[in-house]
């Protein structure tokens, strides 16, 4: 048996696990339950803590809402990635015909430059 000492002192941020076998008898608690709910953080924190949030809280429940965020994230990223691949692509076709462009106007001033010595 724990003493006294050994007990935890009631807080009111305690979270309260309870037995998913229906083997514990409800609460009597005339208070209301509250639920914790975690905040979506920015995504340099996120990435961070993405393995915590993979195996868990720290009660040893699965975050199933976590992981879903994380999904999500993911999903955006991947499109911001696609998207900015795509208009990579524009960009470099942009350049490369900007290029050949620039090419042939060189040429082509380079060949009337020998014509501006022509009496008419």
Do not use: F, Y
């Not at 993979?54 to 998207?83: H, P, Y």
């Not at 290029?99 to 501006?116: C, D, F, G, I, Y």
């Amino acid at each position: 048996m724990l003493g006294e000492d050994g007990a935890i002192k009631p807080n009111k941020d305690a979270i309260r696990i309870e037995s998913s076998d229906g083997s514990q008898q409800p609460s009597t608690d005339s208070k209301p339950r509250t639920t914790r709910t975690r905040k979506i953080m920015s995504s340099s924190k996120q990435s961070t803590n993405a393995q915590s949030s993979v195996r868990g809280d720290a009660n040893g429940k699965s975050d199933t809402a976590g992981i879903a965020a994380l999904v999500e994230q993911a999903e955006t990223v991947k499109t911001s990635l696609s998207t900015a691949l795509s208009e990579t692509k524009q960009l470099v076709s942009a350049l490369k015909k900007h290029r050949q462009q620039s090419k042939a106007l060189q040429s082509t001033l380079a060949s009337l430059r020998p014509l501006q010595s022509v009496d008419l």
